[in-house]
């Protein structure tokens, strides 16, 4: 069962030529790269956050691209090529990829409103490296306009409009493993975040039982539902994801509490 963790990537992108290359060429690009260090110096160094920088890109891409297969692998139609932004199926796929690499470059400006400041930040980074696998010029617009969109939608207030974006965001929510929260918490402190995030074990994400996606959040301790109300949730319910993903909360082997399309139950009492 695939763990949401920096292995996760690789192990998609290995199983699909395009990608690969895709993903080698957008790595490979000095400004990218710089971008997440200078991520991390505004939001770990300075904001005292937690992780925004090369790990988390990775592993929220590695997280949205699987998402993303899943989904195609149910039949689930992709928003570029039923709105005819794309008529290659394959062509979509650089959407989750290269959304979830660069959808946090914003903060090398600021924590705030870095999800819009970004996906202006991405524009000639994603030209860049669209021309390098892609020849035809009305098709590598018509893909960097979807993909900025799909940074523009990682923040809260954002409603996100197409299957590809929807994996980025929820992409994003899914790296909250062993401290890795995506609401930011400040370093050192001791809060609900704090405690919430560090009882996050593991994310796992597997195909769904009444619906194409089944996600496995275990935790150690109660508190670690915070996580899944507060980021996983609120993020998942601006995507056209909501109708396609279960999730379960789990604690010591136990099913917590579980939300679903068709329902939501309350947590169980833990003594």
């Known amino acids: 069962m695939p763990t949401v963790s920096p292995r996760l990537l690789e192990e998609v992108v290995n199983t699909n030529t395009f990608l690969r290359t895709a993903y080698r060429v957008l790595v490979r690009d000095p400004e990218v790269r710089t971008l997440w260090e200078m991520s991390n110096v505004m939001a770990v160094k300075r904001l005292k956050y937690n992780d925004h920088g090369p790990v988390h890109a990775i592993i929220a891409a590695g997280a949205a691209v699987y998402l993303y297969k899943l989904l195609r692998e149910a039949g689930v139609e992709s928003s570029l090529v039923r709105d005819k932004v794309v008529s290659d199926p394959e062509l979509a796929w650089i959407v989750p990829l290269y959304g979830a690499l660069l959808h946090d470059i914003g903060n090398a400006i600021h924590r705030d409103l870095h999800e819009k400041l970004g996906s202006i930040l991405a524009k000639p980074i994603i030209d860049r490296a669209l021309a390098k696998i892609i020849s035809d010029y009305e098709t590598r617009i018509?893909?960097?306009?979807?993909i900025m969109h799909s940074i523009h939608c990682t923040a809260y207030d954002a409603e996100c409009l197409t299957i590809e974006a929807?994996?980025?965001?929820?992409?994003?929510?899914?790296?909250?493993?062993?401290?890795?929260?995506?609401?930011?918490?400040?370093?050192?402190?001791?809060?609900?975040?704090?405690?919430?995030?560090?009882?996050?074990?593991?994310?796992?994400?597997?195909?769904?039982?009444?619906?194409?996606?089944?996600?496995?959040?275990?935790?150690?301790?109660?508190?670690?539902?915070?996580?899944?109300?507060?980021?996983?949730?609120?993020?998942?319910?601006?995507?056209?994801?909501?109708?396609?993903?279960?999730?379960?909360?789990?604690?010591?082997?136990?099913?917590?509490?579980?939300y679903t399309p068709y329902k939501q139950s309350s947590p169980k009492q833990v003594s």
Do not use: N
């Open 142 to 146: 018509r893909l960097r306009q979807e």
């Open 166 to 258: 929807g994996c980025v965001a929820v992409g994003d929510g899914l790296d909250m493993a062993e401290g890795r929260a995506r609401v930011p918490y400040r370093l050192g402190g001791l809060s609900i975040h704090h405690i919430s995030a560090l009882s996050i074990r593991k994310v796992e994400i597997q195909k769904g039982d009444e619906v194409p996606i089944k996600i496995l959040v275990h935790m150690t301790e109660r508190a670690g539902i915070f996580q899944v109300d507060e980021v996983l949730m609120p993020k998942l319910k601006t995507t056209p994801l909501k109708d396609l993903v279960e999730i379960y909360a789990i604690v010591d082997g136990e099913t917590l509490k579980t």
